[in-house]
RNA sequence: CGGGGAGUGGCGCAGCCUGGUAGCGCACUUGACUGGGGGUCAAGAGGCCGCACGUUCAAAUCGUGUCUCCCCGACCA
């Protein structure tokens, strides 16, 4: 049953409407958060904690529709899972120390420790083994509606991160790849499909799928400039992923003489693949290492300009407490990432490559400990108390310059190899703006910032070892499945909707998920009763031929109704007034554009032909 | 968790420095006028001044503590 309706929801007069609009501006830092607050939909309780209010809770009802449609046409199946759960369920996946502080952990009154679900992939798996036994259960994917629970250290961004948020999560198991594959593809192409419905852009672009393996995952970003998220956007072939996953090719390193990079960024060569240096640069001999006094140059940007050499001679060293997620009371390991100057470590990255230790920037203290000054640290000449992880752009850079550890001092001609020795050698750098493209090797990377609006990834095997899940196959012996896990933040639809949707004076509701379809302004009723009496029929007509409508019977004066109705942003604005009815007009205006005055019997035929296009989305 | 800012009718703010009658705009109620882009006038209702302790004859105002909210950072499978 292709584009099956949302069942219509019931009219509302607006002197019965729950909640008014603001005339003044709230101090709300994003547009949506504004628009949303102001015109009544939802209401702040608490730091990351909202209440949707009869208008807003409309338009997450249809977004929640369209999601359960699509999920449903995708072939998933519904559940409801417990939000509150066993922490054992926790401490079996590992994830109860994993999820640190942002797992809510409450105790109930006999002392039990509980947990206040931020994700469903403990209870699915668990559900899963328990009703799944052989090869004939699967594919199986499952989806719930829920809340979930983060505390997150600082919400912010109105509906965007919250403590308490409606989430869609989707679980798929199969027997094979093969069967994983073409799940996650229903998946993908079913958020497809949802973010278009709803009228918010979005990219797909490739994401880290961290330190719990998994192969591959893709995050649908909504481009905006409040976004959290940093992604990088081939200009040329369309490559696109989160700056922490991003491939792209190192510039070459400058060479001394002032060869410039954007001289050897251009030349037009092999596509590199991967994250390897573009050119290598003629060998150049190790020289003797000098110490240099360099006082007050604690940066990079400010070495390379006392020194006059490029960013790229010179070793950037990052110190890091590294600790064991899941031994988190252990003390944490000083960790020496060390990059070239002109490149910044990707966290992500080199957490990947020390096997998923959660980093943290060292303190002051330690770093003294160690024997290094803070802006002037290598690892150089010092005990070794400490890891050294070395990106792959500082192994055939010769003679950079790096920290002395000593306050004011730095030295020249260091060589990896003979000065100091890392332990791990692997791509740890950040991609950036201007980045040459690793997919096509000619484009540039853009940078742009963006919100997670859903996930999918191919999430393999953790959990079904974890929870020893297991099914007999056709050929009887005993299977794991592999599991896929696709989420959607049903708060965020409705925050990027406005935020893509909006102009100077209100919202403009995408009608598929508009709280009501049609605004219909009656004005002057009271002191003309044809007017009251024509807008009472029409209402009733309207919603007879089942359009969802918002009645403005109020009486206020036109400017006050239709400030009103632009603001809260329907997608059909009819105004019915003394001096159209004469007429036998009613003025139709589509929200945005400009207003045409109808036959009054007309208009209803005309507002359901327009709304049954619009309303899939 | 570190840094900064703020808590006074529903919302936004002033008052605090220099202690003594709690004020303004928006919103709200009633009435009159007005009537196609937030109209005018008049009369009203509504406030443990975040909380606690202290100083004082007297605290929104001074002191200490605490809670909350906002912003920056850290954090965010």
Known sequence: MHHALPSRLAPMRMTRLFGHTRRERTDADTENLDLLLRAGFIDQLAAGSYTYMPLGYRTKRKVEAIVRQEMDRAGAQ??????????????????????????????????????????????????????????????????????????????????????EFTMKDAYSFDMDEAGLDASYTAMFEAYRRIFARCGVPTVPVEADSGAIGGKGSQEFIFIADIGEDTILICNQCGYAANTEKAEFVRPATDRPAGTSPSSVRGEPGEPPRGAQPAETPAPEPPLPTEEIATPGTSTIEALAQLLGIPASRTAKAVLLAATNPHHPTDPPEAVFAVIRGDLDVNEIKLSNALGGRELAPLTEARIRDLGAVPGYASPIGLERRFRVVADTSIMDAPNLVAGANREGYHLRNVNVGRDWEPEIVTDIALGRHGHTCARCGTGTLEERRGIEMGHVFRLGTIYTQAFEVNVLAEDGARRTPIMGCYGIGVDRIVAAAVEANHDDSGIRWPAAIAPYEVHLVALGASRDPAVATDADALYEELRAAGIEVLYDDRDESAGVKFNDADLIGLPFRLTVSSRNLKDGLVEVQPRGSDAARLARSEVTAHLVEQLTAARTG
Do not use: C, N
């Open 78 to 163: 519904e559940v409801f899972m417990p939000a509150i759960q066993p922490s054992e369920l926790w401490e079996q996946s590992g994830r109860y120390d994993v999820f640190g502080a942002t797992l809510f952990r409450v105790t109930d009154r006999r002392e039990r420790a509980l947990v206040l679900a931020p994700t469903h992939e403990e209870v699915i798996t668990r559900l899963f083994r328990d009703h799944a036994q052989s090869y004939r259960d699967l594919p199986a994917t499952l989806y719930q509606i829920q809340t979930k629970f983060r505390d997150e250290a600082r919400p912010r961004g109105g509906l965007i991160r919250v403590r």
